[in-house]
């Protein structure tokens, strides 16, 4: 009987929906005819290049696929098969020979069945071949002696052997001979691994190359789909578009779907559409039918519209609230404040609808093709926008629209900061030590083998995302700060062990505290009166610091007059976006 192996690959469904975004471009791709040659695809996985790539994501067998140099389908497998405790040792000969160190076979008669992994056993099949060559073998026989050296039952080993070493004989091949090559067969199978198998998964794992090499943005959006609902990996999946270049676009009511889409910018770029369904606490299925709701009769045209046609019974208030914080109306309505504390006014008029519709009443004013009366929100001032991207955060996971570390730009200059996509390239020449920033994402703790604790940081910045080592001394009085979203700067010693990025913190403290330190100033403009007390309650509220602030009130038109406050005040980023929100403040410049 032939015994077969049935798998739930989520791979296989990315490449389904990959496939499912190109259909829909008008690109149709057979994935079983793609070629096993594709060029591009090769220089990609040297590069290790391989993010979300199956079973090569791993920094582990990107490294491998990097020392050797693949060029062909053959090292995939190989890769798949070496890439595990006891075979890995072999990776370096692999790589050696492969890139021309000379190698023999045990014996000549054999040479052709290691010639496609130079010389080094891999394969299970390549142990049933030799013994099939090298020594008269059955195909069943050399299955009992594959089994047998797997299992390592000594005493059939004796008698393989035997029976071995007798056939090989017969087949010219000398006693000393046929009894090394069966010793290292033996010290092989114990942890070999069957061609197959390997095969089987190297193939998906080509297949998932081949459309992140050839069709880059349609894979993207396709694994980001399959990881909707995992905070972790999705955030992977933007730094990885980040990193190529690629557009992520907010979710928006109008525009997006339940799952992610590939669309074109105005200039033309494929870029991909966050996923209604990706906001946490909405609900894939009520977003697939707020979409068939828009669809049914094109895009919503204002909040009014939008609460008309959705059915109620599908949409609650925290969805609603959930939704205006990612941003998903901001087309509509660009003030989040607003429409977060207005989500019960908007819910009310959708049952309002509903039930209008259910009783067949036609309106006083009009049909169903009547403009819908404009809905009353909360007159509420926007969010400062630390606060908008604390909330953005909260409805996703992590930022989309901008990132927290951008109000702090004339601080990290100021402060000497090192962007993370600069971090390798100053440790090139030895151990470095930088001023790091960026927001908390997530935190790994664990007991070292001396009882003290120590913990893995990662964080996040403009340019993308890295990971800080805190030992216990450091961990100690750090810990406070490492809940997700804080902003932190870090002290840190970087090193290159091999290609691998090490980062030790020295020192963390808030990002916060330390800008209050570089001295910054403001410089406010006034319109008119009103916002002096405002700005005054502030000021009294941060308490004193070393930031000058200068007040510049328009007092007639094309006239100024511009008082500096005296002493010095606790001047933030913070602060500066709290400022700007302030009616009557009609612009904040740093100084």
């Known amino acids: 009987l032939v015994k077969f192996d049935f798998l739930g690959l989520k791979t296989l469904t990315v490449i389904q929906q990959a496939l499912a975004i190109l259909k829909g471009q008008g690109v149709e791709i057979d994935i079983t005819t793609i070629p096993l040659d594709d060029a591009k695809t090769y220089a990609m996985l040297r590069r290790g290049d391989a993010a979300g790539v199956f079973q090569f994501e791993g920094q582990g067998m990107r490294d491998c696929l990097r020392q050797m140099k693949v060029d062909r389908f053959e090292d995939l497998i190989a890769a798949v098969s070496l890439y595990r405790p006891g075979p890995m040792a072999n990776i370096p000969a692999y790589c050696q020979r492969k890139h021309g160190e000379p190698w023999e076979s045990p014996h000549p008669s054999i040479h052709h069945i290691l010639e496609e992994t130079y010389g080094i056993m891999v394969y299970q099949e390549q142990v049933m071949q030799i013994s099939q060559v090298a020594a008269g073998y059955s195909l069943g026989g050399a299955d009992l002696l594959r089994r047998a050296m797997g299992k390592k039952i000594a005493k059939e080993m004796e008698q393989q052997r035997a029976t071995f070493t007798e056939g090989a004989v017969k087949n010219g091949i000398e006693p000393a001979k046929a009894t090394e090559i069966f010793d290292m067969m033996a010290k092989f199978a114990e942890y070999g691994f069957n061609k197959s198998h390997a095969a089987a998964y190297a193939l998906v794992s080509y297949q998932t190359a081949w459309l992140k090499a050839n069709h880059t943005v349609a894979f993207l959006a396709a694994s980001m789909t399959l990881d909707l609902d995992k905070t972790e990996k999705l955030a992977g999946h933007m730094q990885e578009a980040s990193r190529l270049g690629i557009p992520v676009l907010p979710p928006d009511v109008n525009r997006s779907g339940a799952e992610f889409l590939v669309e074109r910018t105005e200039d033309g770029r494929e870029a991909i559409r966050f996923a209604l369904a990706a906001v946490k606490r909405v609900g894939a299925q009520a977003m ?3 979409v068939r709701a828009r669809d049914a009769r094109g895009p919503f045209t204002s909040l009014a519209d939008f609460a008309e046609r959705v059915d109620p019974k599908l949409l609650n208030k925290m969805q609603i609230e959930n939704l205006a914080k990612a941003g998903a109306f901001d087309g509509m309505e660009r003030n989040r404040a607003r429409l977060v504390a207005g989500a019960e006014t908007v819910l009310r008029r959708a049952q309002a609808s509903a039930e209008d519709r259910n009783s067949a009443q036609i309106g006083l004013f009009g049909g169903a093709d009547a403009k819908p009366e404009a809905l009353r929100l909360p007159d509420l001032p926007d969010w400062p926008q630390l606060e ?22 004339a601080v990290l200059k100021r402060l000497g900061v090192t962007p993370s996509s600069q971090i390798a390239d100053r440790a090139k020449g030895g151990s470095a030590r930088l001023k790091l920033a960026g927001t908390v994402t997530a935190t790994k ?5 001396t009882g003290s604790r120590m913990c893995w940081v990662s964080l996040s910045d403009q340019a993308g995302s890295y990971e800080v080592t805190l030992f216990s001394e450091v961990l100690g009085k750090a810990r406070p700060l490492l809940e997700e979203g804080t902003a932190v700067l870090v002290s840190a010693e970087a090193r290159l062990d091999g290609e691998q990025l090490r980062l030790t913190a020295g020192d963390i403290e808030a990002l916060e505290k330390a800008a209050q330190g570089v001295g910054q100033g403001i410089r406010l403009w006034l319109e008119g009166t009103g916002a002096v007390n405002p700005v005054r309650d502030l000021l009294a509220r941060e308490g004193r610091g070393k930031g000058r ?32 929100v302030l009616p009557g403040v009609a612009e904040v410049e740093v100084v």
């Not at 953005?392 to 109000?407: N, Q, R």
């Not at 703790?445 to 083998?449: A, I, V, W």
């Open 549 to 580: 602030v200068i007040l510049i009130a328009r007092t007639a038109p094309g006239q100024e007059v511009e008082v500096a406050l005296p002493g010095a005040f606790n001047v933030s980023p913070r602060l500066m976006q709290a400022m700007k």
């Open 388 to 409: 908008k991207l604390s909330f953005e955060s909260e409805a996703v996971g992590f930022h989309l629209s901008a990132h927290p570390l951008d109000t702090y730009k």
């Open 288 to 290: 697939r039918d707020l």
């Open 445 to 449: 703790e664990r007991t070292t083998r």
